[in-house]
């Protein structure tokens, strides 16, 4: 069973940049297709990106796609999430996910059942 820890939040303003780290540990993490939701108050939880066990497979929502990537470096045990061009409306927190196979662009809808407790990102305009 794999932990996951993120990290990297902050407050930036509109047009900066932000980076996410997820630190996994517990388990073999290249095991693993990993992704990213975020949830803004009073909002549901909604995707953001996902990468499969190499970092050769990604998905984004289309809110983001273009200004967010998602990487992975497996002998670190780390996923990052870089958010460029960021607005206001990309306030939320941000939340790891893992899970134990790759499901391309079902991830969105069929998220893993390991969750870190997220990270906060405040724009502000």
């Known amino acids: 069973q794999v932990q996951l820890v993120e990290s990297g939040g902050g407050l930036v303003q509109h047009g900066e940049s932000l980076r996410l780290s997820c630190a996994a540990s517990g388990g073999t993490f290249s095991d693993y297709a990993a992704g990213w939701f975020r949830q803004a108050p009073g909002q549901e939880r909604e995707f953001v990106a996902a990468i499969n066990w190499s970092g050769g497979s990604t998905y984004y929502a289309d809110s983001v796609k273009g200004r967010f990537t998602i990487s992975r470096d497996n002998a670190k045990k780390l996923v990052y999430l870089q958010m460029n061009s960021l607005k206001p409306e990309d306030t939320a927190s941000y939340y790891c996910?893992?899970?134990?196979?790759?499901?391309?662009?079902?991830?969105?809808?069929?998220?893993?059942?390991?969750w870190g407790k997220g990270t906060l990102v405040t724009v502000s305009s």
């Open positions: 996910n893992a899970r134990r196979s790759w499901n391309g662009v079902n991830y969105a809808t069929d998220a893993g059942p390991y």
